[in-house]
């Protein structure tokens, strides 16, 4: 990219106030009144019941949340409350129609893999559909389920894991990348129903690293999309790092592609483009490049410029080809959270999932009904934004185009393509590791996790940048060292960030606050945590049901949790698990355990709240350097549990056994 490669990226020291806090807390205490709650937190602040006021007008306080906590959890077993039913809807391997059924010993070919659920089940979506097989309607007996396969294990993925790595485990490991369609028909199973995979289906379809995908939007065609297979840019083999997802009113399903740099290396010197996005020599221990030149960047140079996109699927139409809007920008993309504004517009919500990296919003050119009719995407003609969060409790979206003065000589299929870089011009906040985000629509309320920044605060520089790591601020208040924060590291354990409108998602500028900083708010020490309930780390997945219960999903790392390396840090936490918040009064209460070294993350429920989709990712997962082909099972041999199963990534299906809301 001409313009801007020679300058150093993350410039943005943006904001970093330490001694505003106070104030900002103060500001807050007024507005919430009589919410505040006894306890000492970070910083010697009170602690809040960080509730999101105006939605207590569409719930009765406290009326959410009528389950029974459960314990942590280190057993290898998945817990829900007393009441509660879960069990596994589809696991790695399975078929998504009338493919191959799974192997136990990983045997299944590439083409195998691709008629079967990817690995390592990431976030979700039901689709509800109607009797002419339409999307719709309540979804009571017919649904299709979307999923994303963020990533591959590939010792887990072979009889004899990576050795011997050659052309046929490349494409296999393609291959169990990307999303899963099924088809979901509910039937009756004595006197109940019960959801059940449909095989064979319509509709059922893999979508892979592979799979065919148009590219869309201002990048599309531009110079640095095009390679040596594709003159056009504008024809890319697949979609990588399926991370967290979205959906739009018009029933298509948005796919994320994350940590996409992971899968290329690049051994000649880093342009700065390769360094802002981490496209270096040792990537993160794929073998792809060994087998095939589009992941060997010193090959093929732009492929990586061809992920880190958000990609459109319509699971109603198995013929569609995927689309890759490049309005929406190119970064670390967690997922793409969709509302609509009063007049129609689309606004859609990014996380840009790395330490010191942005919270965006797109907003549509137009109403998403009328650009549909005239045959063009919603999400390929808008403004991209990037926030900046002010300590006075305010922030902006800063509109990221090339009349911006800051970007100045940018052409917007390169702010496009490079929008982390634009981002830094225009003096966006860097957050600690944005992951997902979702909205309260009665109150017009953005909800974002930020799952933890281990150098927030602390000595050291930034990799990508080469600038010192930033310390705390307004947004971000927990770093280290300092006596008031727990030893070891910057924010260990992550918040949650709330943004609110006076009367339309699209307004420029906001009021946020803390929904709730992260820990063990048990803690003999106080961790900094500030919140009412049952201790987490590392929030990650969140999800709004039609209710409002806010479903929370926690990440706290593979190497935290396995059980020879859990540490006193995370031990209050025990294996990942999901609770629900009541944003009426700010209450968090543990929900659901997971089995050992897995990750809680995908959540949705069907429109009647009375099934509940939750993804186990990455059960028994061994640290990085610990992978031993030999020994498969590991820390976990969830579900299966049969002699010498893998464990394997899988999506269950929760019910109330009174047939209740979920939650409730
Ligand atoms: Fe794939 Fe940021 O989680
Ligand atoms: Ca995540
Ligand atoms: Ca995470």
Same mark, same amino acid.
């Given at each position: 990219m001409e313009s801007h490669e020679d300058r150093i990226s993350n410039d943005s020291g943006n904001d970093t106030i330490h001694d505003v806090i106070a104030a900002r807390l103060s500001r807050r205490d007024v507005l919430r009144g009589g919410l505040a709650v006894a306890g000492a937190g970070l910083l010697g602040m009170d602690a809040l019941v960080r509730a999101v006021p105006a939605e207590a007008k569409a719930n009765r306080p406290g009326r959410l949340l009528g389950f029974e906590s459960i314990p942590i959890s280190t057993a290898d077993t998945l817990v829900v409350p007393p009441g509660y039913s879960a069990r596994v809807l589809i696991a790695w391997g399975d078929p998504v129609s009338d493919g191959p059924a799974f192997a136990q010993d990983a045997s299944n070919t590439a083409a195998d893999q691709a008629q079967q659920w990817g690995m390592n089940n990431d976030g979700l979506v039901f689709f509800p559909m109607k009797g002419n097989g339409k999307y719709?309607?309540?979804?009571?007996?017919?649904?299709?389920?979307?999923?994303? @396969?963020?990533?591959?294990?590939?010792?887990?993925?072979?009889?004899?894991?990576?050795?011997?790595?050659?052309? /046929?485990?490349?494409?296999?490991?393609?291959?169990?990348?990307?999303?899963?369609?099924?088809?979901?028909?509910?039937?009756?199973?004595?006197?109940?129903?019960?959801?059940?995979?449909?095989?064979?289906?319509?509709?059922?379809?893999?979508?892979?690293?592979?799979?065919?995908?148009?590219?869309?939007?201002?990048?599309?065609?531009?110079?640095?999309?095009?390679?040596?297979?594709?003159?056009?840019?504008?024809?890319?083999?697949?979609?990588?790092?399926?991370?967290?997802?979205?959906?739009?009113?018009?029933?298509?399903?948005?796919?994320?592609?994350?940590?996409?740099?992971?899968?290329?290396?690049?051994?000649?010197?880093?342009?700065?483009?390769?360094?802002?996005?981490?496209?270096?020599? /040792?990537?993160?221990?794929?073998?792809?490049?060994?087998?095939?030149?589009?992941?060997?960047?010193?090959?093929?140079?732009?492929?990586?410029?061809?992920?880190?996109?958000?990609?459109?699927?319509?699971?109603?139409?198995?013929?569609?080809?995927?689309?890759?809007?490049?309005?929406?920008?190119?970064?670390? @993309?967690?997922?793409?959270?969709?509302?609509?504004?009063?007049?129609?517009?689309?606004?859609?919500?990014?996380?840009?999932?790395?330490?010191?990296?942005?919270?965006?919003?797109?907003?549509?050119?137009?109403?998403?009904?009328?650009?549909?009719?005239?045959?063009?995407?919603?999400?390929?003609?808008?403004?991209?934004?990037?926030?900046?969060?002010?300590?006075?409790?305010?922030?902006?979206?800063?509109?990221?185009?090339?009349? @911006?003065?800051?970007?100045?000589?940018?052409?917007?299929?390169?702010?496009?393509?490079?929008?982390?870089?634009?981002?830094?011009?225009?003096?966006?906040?860097p957050m600690d590791r944005p992951e997902w985000i979702d909205t309260f629509p009665r109150t017009l309320t953005g909800i974002a996790t930020l799952t933890n920044n281990s150098a927030r605060g602390m000595p050291g520089t930034n990799p990508r940048t080469g600038l010192p790591n930033a310390g705390i601020d307004a947004t971000n208040p927990r770093g280290g060292p300092s006596a008031t924060n727990p030893p070891g590291s910057g924010n260990q354990y992550g918040h949650l960030l709330t943004w609110s409108y006076r009367r339309d998602w699209t307004e420029n500028t906001f009021r946020w606050d803390i929904y709730a900083l992260a820990g063990n708010p048990a803690a003999a020490v106080s961790d900094g945590s500030n919140f009412t309930g049952d201790a987490f780390g590392s929030p990650d997945g969140i999800y709004v049901a039609p209710s409002g219960r806010l479903w929370i999903q926690t990440d706290v790392s593979g190497s935290a949790i396995n059980p020879e390396a859990r540490g006193a840090t995370y031990a209050a936490f025990g294996n990942n698990q999901m609770l629900c918040s009541d944003p009426t009064t700010g209450e968090v209460r543990r929900f659901l355990t997971g089995p050992n070294v897995c990750e809680i993350t995908g959540v949705f429920v069907t429109p009647d709240e009375r099934t509940m989709f939750v993804g186990i990712q990455h059960p028994g997962e061994a640290p990085v350097g610990a992978n031993d082909a030999a020994n498969p099972k590991r820390y976990s041999a969830w579900p299966d549990f049969d002699a010498g199963q893998r464990p394997r990534s899988a999506t269950v299906i929760i019910t109330k056994d009174d047939g209740g809301p979920i939650g409730s």
């Amino acid at each position: 990219m001409e313009s801007h490669e020679d300058r150093i990226s993350n410039d943005s020291g943006n904001d970093t106030i330490h001694d505003v806090i106070a104030a900002r807390l103060s500001r807050r205490d007024v507005l919430r009144g009589g919410l505040a709650v006894a306890g000492a937190g970070l910083l010697g602040m009170d602690a809040l019941v960080r509730a999101v006021p105006a939605e207590a007008k569409a719930n009765r306080p406290g009326r959410l949340l009528g389950f029974e906590s459960i314990p942590i959890s280190t057993a290898d077993t998945l817990v829900v409350p007393p009441g509660y039913s879960a069990r596994v809807l589809i696991a790695w391997g399975d078929p998504v129609s009338d493919g191959p059924a799974f192997a136990q010993d990983a045997s299944n070919t590439a083409a195998d893999q691709a008629q079967q659920w990817g690995m390592n089940n990431d976030g979700l979506v039901f689709f509800p559909m109607k009797g002419n097989g339409k999307y719709g309607g309540k979804g009571k007996r017919r649904g299709l389920l979307v999923q994303n @396969h963020e990533y591959t294990d590939d010792v887990l993925l072979f009889p004899d894991g990576t050795e011997g790595w050659d052309a /046929a485990k490349t494409a296999k490991s393609i291959a169990a990348h990307g999303v899963g369609i099924v088809e979901l028909a509910s039937v009756k199973v004595g006197r109940r129903r019960e959801w059940r995979v449909v095989r064979p289906s319509y509709y059922g379809r893999r979508i892979t690293g592979a799979t065919p995908c148009g590219v869309t939007g201002p990048a599309a065609g531009h110079a640095l999309l095009k390679t040596s297979a594709d003159p056009t840019g504008t024809h890319v083999l697949g979609t990588l790092n399926n991370c967290a997802m979205g959906w739009t009113p018009w029933g298509t399903y948005l796919t994320c592609e994350e940590n996409f740099n992971g899968y290329f290396r690049k051994v000649g010197p880093q342009t700065p483009m390769e360094r802002r996005y981490g496209i270096t020599a /040792a990537g993160f221990g794929y073998l792809w490049h060994t087998t095939d030149t589009r992941f060997s960047v010193d090959d093929e140079p732009n492929e990586p410029n061809r992920f880190g996109w958000v990609v459109e699927i319509d699971p109603f139409d198995p013929t569609s080809t995927p689309q890759k809007r490049t309005a929406l920008g190119r970064f670390k @993309h967690e997922g793409a959270w969709v509302q609509q504004a009063r007049d129609g517009r689309v606004v859609v919500y990014s996380g840009d999932d790395e330490q010191f990296e942005y919270i965006y919003r797109f907003v549509s050119a137009e109403p998403w009904r009328r650009m549909r009719r005239l045959g063009e995407s919603p999400l390929d003609r808008g403004t991209l934004y990037v926030a900046r969060f002010d300590s006075n409790g305010l922030g902006e979206w800063i509109p990221l185009t090339p009349e @911006h003065p800051a970007l100045a000589g940018w052409t917007a299929a390169q702010i496009a393509i490079d929008t982390r870089s634009a981002a830094d011009l225009v003096g966006a906040t860097p957050m600690d590791r944005p992951e997902w985000i979702d909205t309260f629509p009665r109150t017009l309320t953005g909800i974002a996790t930020l799952t933890n920044n281990s150098a927030r605060g602390m000595p050291g520089t930034n990799p990508r940048t080469g600038l010192p790591n930033a310390g705390i601020d307004a947004t971000n208040p927990r770093g280290g060292p300092s006596a008031t924060n727990p030893p070891g590291s910057g924010n260990q354990y992550g918040h949650l960030l709330t943004w609110s409108y006076r009367r339309d998602w699209t307004e420029n500028t906001f009021r946020w606050d803390i929904y709730a900083l992260a820990g063990n708010p048990a803690a003999a020490v106080s961790d900094g945590s500030n919140f009412t309930g049952d201790a987490f780390g590392s929030p990650d997945g969140i999800y709004v049901a039609p209710s409002g219960r806010l479903w929370i999903q926690t990440d706290v790392s593979g190497s935290a949790i396995n059980p020879e390396a859990r540490g006193a840090t995370y031990a209050a936490f025990g294996n990942n698990q999901m609770l629900c918040s009541d944003p009426t009064t700010g209450e968090v209460r543990r929900f659901l355990t997971g089995p050992n070294v897995c990750e809680i993350t995908g959540v949705f429920v069907t429109p009647d709240e009375r099934t509940m989709f939750v993804g186990i990712q990455h059960p028994g997962e061994a640290p990085v350097g610990a992978n031993d082909a030999a020994n498969p099972k590991r820390y976990s041999a969830w579900p299966d549990f049969d002699a010498g199963q893998r464990p394997r990534s899988a999506t269950v299906i929760i019910t109330k056994d009174d047939g209740g809301p979920i939650g409730s």
